[in-house]
């Protein structure tokens, strides 16, 4: 009962503070409900039913998706945003094929099992494997060739893809469960096609229950060759792992590895990183060059030494090194190296260097082909991190934009678009940010020009606190993932796309669609 009108003030005040924190307390215990309750995603859904669609500045509705949750009520500006803004008929991302009609230059058949794995000089652990093997068989083509895998999955029982990581592959092949196609079942086969329309080091790795599988075995070593004559040298991989325990190896095998090559020879080196976090690779017994970075060629690079090379999660360096006269070349990472020279040759080993090769500055400039200046679509992606709820967990989230999975952009283009992105990582941890079939040209860091070789990615380390502007042309129609590679931080919900105007997907994903790509 509330205290008569004849009741001390100082009673009357202090009911009305009781009464005043129950109300609060059951506002704030609605929005807590509320805000879990709106987090919690369908059992099924489309990937062009999540989140905000952001044009960039460029032509398009800037309407929300009504379909984020549930049985998607797509109004007219969404279905806009599907079917272009003039109403042409759409395109699902599964006719972006290569010519059906064309031949095979390069057939090759993976089988992916779970199996029992010991890596040479190691422990072994419950993993998987792909024709018995991690790393996977390496896979090696020509620029220009039609290159053919078939995926078969013995016993994985989550099912599994293949993503040709870093290669701007058509969309029906990008291998991300739930957006190009299904998983793999137990049983099941599917059948990439696409043509090796670069060349430089890349890798292929699974995109269903990502880390998991990549963590336990699931990828390997792509090699397309150039289709110009070059030079004739060597060629070494260094595919760097760490499997379960924390064991750390370079091509499988824990400790030294060893690549045969005679004194004087000009050796690649193909250092491919495909762990979740970044890393870093230094020479001792030779200077060296960087020769490319995840698969585009430096222009002009110069000699190096006593400094590291970075690389982020996901990305790779080709190094140039020359074995010298005596003794051998040892190419380093953190628990790890491989030694290039002949049969019983030595080599010295160093710490890592105190510098890294910067590849804002490094090498010289050229034209790379299109002027950010001049961009069709603008976008910002803007890293942070806040606590709330995903899909019904409570957590400390990673957000894109201020939103929370799935209340994140989704970029829209049309094809021919130039675009410019501007990441900004403000989120306490490094994230190394990955956009699927298309590279990054890197045009400034913190507001710093680049003034080096045309420095192009798919896979950029962004640091707490730091901001790139980075431009591509889109020109390869599909439905693109962009996310952190850390792949545990792309789980957690850092991850969006990038979808171009008129292509949409028939594939599902949520927790009862079988499909999860992350």
Known sequence: MPPSRTAPAASRWAWFARRLAVVVAAIALAFVGWTWWSSILPGTYSAMDMGVPDYGGGPGSTALHAGTHGDSAVDADTTAAATGSAGDPTTSVTD??????????????????????????GEPFDGFTLNGLSPGPDIRATQGELIEVVLRNDDVPDGVTLHWHGVDVPAAMDGVAGVTQDAVRAGE???????????????????????PQVVGGLFGALILEPAAEIDATADAVAAIH?????????????????????????????????????????????????????????????????????????????????VPRRGAVRVQVPGASLVIGPDGAEADTSSAPGETVDLLTYGEPADPGLDPADADRTFSYDIGRLPGFLDGLPGYWW??????????PMYMVDEGDTVVMRIVNNSGEVHPMHL???HLLV????????????????????????????????????????????????????????????????????RDSGNDPE
């Open 96 to 121: 972006l094929v290569a010519d059906p009609g064309r031949p095979v230059d390069v057939r090759v058949e993976l089988v992916a099992r779970a199996e029992r794995i010991t890596p040479a000089g």
């Open 242 to 322: 760490t499997y379960p325990g924390g064991q750390r190896t370079i091509n499988g095998a824990t400790g030294d590895g060893h690549v045969r090559a005679e004194a004087g020879a000009t050796v690649r080196v193909r250092l491919i990183n495909t762990d979740s976090t970044p890393t870093s690779a230094w020479v001792t017994g030779a200077t060296f060059r960087v020769l490319a970075i995840d698969g585009e060629d430096l222009h002009s690079p110069g000699e190096v030494e006593e400094r590291a090379v970075g690389l982020t999660a996901g990305a790779r360096a080709d190094l140039e090194v020359v």
């Open 399 to 408: 957000t894109i934009n201020g939103g929370i999975l799935p209340a994140v």
């Open 443 to 510: 045009v400034s860091r913190d507001g710093q020009p680049s003034t080096g070789s045309p420095w192009w990615v798919d896979s950029l380390d962004v640091a707490h606190g730091e901001s790139y502007e980075v431009a591509f042309v889109a020109d390869n129609p599909g439905i693109w993932m962009d996310h952190c590679h850390n792949l545990p931080h792309a789980a957690e919900g850092l991850m969006t796309h990038l979808a171009y105007t008129g292509v949409t997907t028939p594939f599902r994903l949520g």
């Open 189 to 211: 086969s599917f059948t990439y096609r696409f043509v090796a329309e670069q060349s430089g080091t890349f890798w292929y790795h699974s995109h269903q229950t990502s880390h």
């Open 436 to 438: 699927h079939g298309h």
